[in-house]
């Protein structure tokens, strides 16, 4: 069956319309996000019951006595695998993970970072050792707790930072499926200001610096 009448398809793209619309602007009315949506307003509040149900978003008091939502960690963590999977399946993912990819090279090459650690196995993964070609930066391996090659795409890969025997500068987070959990795992063996993120992972970068969404 074709993805775009896939009900689940369908489904999850109504969650991830929704986390981004209340990433937005939290204050928005039900109705305004049922018509940025284009889909009944009934919809809207059973989405909204379920992802509160979930955890993914939290409800709190607005003026003019109106709901405000917001994100929790769950939610931004699930928005940015939505994300992923969303763009993964279309064909606008290897143009705008490819972009993201070359923007935090460029990044990583202006903070003289030439050596570089990825972080995660995935379809993100490659773009980026095809990308680093070009930036003439120097993938030095990829770590995957959950690795089970020894290369992918002429690199190799290691299950821990510790079984690293070489240098390196800086670590970019490829993995789309925990991208927070790989973050934290590499500020845990670098400096944060060493490990970067392309966008389309939905990890914040206030001042600079790398986190995980609140």
Known sequence: MDQLLNPEHENEKIVLGLLSSVESDGARSQRHIAAELGIAL????AYLKRCIKKGLVKVGNAPARRY???????????????????????????RLAKSDCARVLDQAK???FSRVVLAGQSDLAEIAILCAV???????????????????????????????????????????????????AAVAVCDAERVLAPG???LREPGGTMERAP
Do not use: C
């Open 110 to 112: 202006a903070k003289g």
């Open 42 to 45: 009934g919809l809207v509040n």
């Open 200 to 202: 389309l992972l939905g």
């Open 68 to 94: 405000a939502y917001y994100l929790t960690p769950q939610g931004f963590a699930e928005k940015s695998r939505l994300t992923v999977r969303y763009l993964t399946d279309s064909f606008s993912f290897f």
């Open 134 to 184: 070009e930036a003439g930066i120097v993938i030095v391996a990829l770590v995957d707790p959950a690795g089970e090659v020894a290369r992918f795409v002429g690199v190799n890969v290691f299950r821990s930072y510790d079984e690293l025997k070489e240098t390196f500068d800086a670590v970019i987070i490829t993995d789309v499926a925990h991208a927070g959990a790989s973050y934290d």
